[in-house]
């Protein structure tokens, strides 16, 4: 049996099943590309809500496995040599956890580093700017008078999904016909844009034609459902 024991988060959000990689994540857009990470490749794992609304990502025991104290993080008792491992950043958990599993990345050089550049585009360009778009128009942003920082967001929204939307012409998927860690790392962010931010009309969502089709796609897939819902909000 693995033992935990050296990871302070066990000790506010102890491990039922210590053999299983632990995930302490809610889900949102960053959160929820792990859960559904694993939920494709089939890991077992056992996942604990972490309570955004109660500043739980600033207690110390989270700030002991994710500095950055943001959500998601996880530790893999059976890490690399069968050491457990923990990670923070969801851009290098789906990293590790398709070279863990050899699934949703491809093995060929060139085509492993085109993949693994959109999952570089998504967090660095589209998780920050479209987490903007949400904070100046769903929330406390709105009761800014200046609009101008809403107006620069919602610009570089629009632009970025003109690159999604020309990538995913002429293909099923980010990477063309394989559905990858890229896919997996954007699904969210696009889902919440139009969804829980009601942010479409602003970027023009519906003059899109490929990123409609290819969320579609990724949401029916029942990987993605459940992912989307894991860990349950408290």
């Known amino acids: 049996m693995p ?11 102890p491990a039922a099943h210590p053999e299983r990689l632990q995930l302490y994540s809610a889900p949102t857009p960053n959160g929820v590309k792990v859960s559904i990470m694993l939920e494709e490749t089939g890991l ?27 959500i998601p993080a996880i530790i ?41 550049q959109w999952v570089f585009f998504q967090m660095a360009a589209i998780g920050p700017t479209f987490g903007q778009v949400g904070y100046f128009h769903k929330f406390a942003g709105r009761e800014i008078a200046d609009k101008r920082p809403l107006e620069r ?31 997996i790392s954007m699904l969210g962010w696009v889902r919440n844009l139009i969804g829980f931010y009601g942010a479409g009309d602003l970027v023009g969502f519906d003059g899109l034609k490929h990123v409609p089709a290819w969320l579609e796609r990724g949401l029916a897939r029942p990987a993605v459902q459940r992912g989307l819902e894991i860990p349950r909000r408290s």
């Open 3 to 13: 033992d935990l024991r050296a990871f302070p988060i066990t000790k506010r959000w």
């Open 44 to 70: 077992p794992y056992e996942a604990h809500a972490i309570d955004l609304g109660a500043n739980e990502t600033w207690t110390p025991e989270f700030l002991s496995l994710n500095p950055n104290g943001k």
């Open 76 to 116: 893999d008792p059976d890490g690399p040599g069968g050491a457990p491992l923990g990670l923070f950043e969801s851009g290098a958990i789906l990293l590790y956890l398709a070279e863990k599993t050899g699934r949703l990345l491809p093995q060929h050089p060139a085509r492993r580093w085109e993949t693994i």
């Open 153 to 183: 967001y919602v610009h570089e929204s629009r632009r970025l999904l003109g690159v999604l939307e020309t990538r995913l012409e002429g293909r099923a998927w980010i990477m063309g016909e394989d559905y990858t860690i890229a896919d």
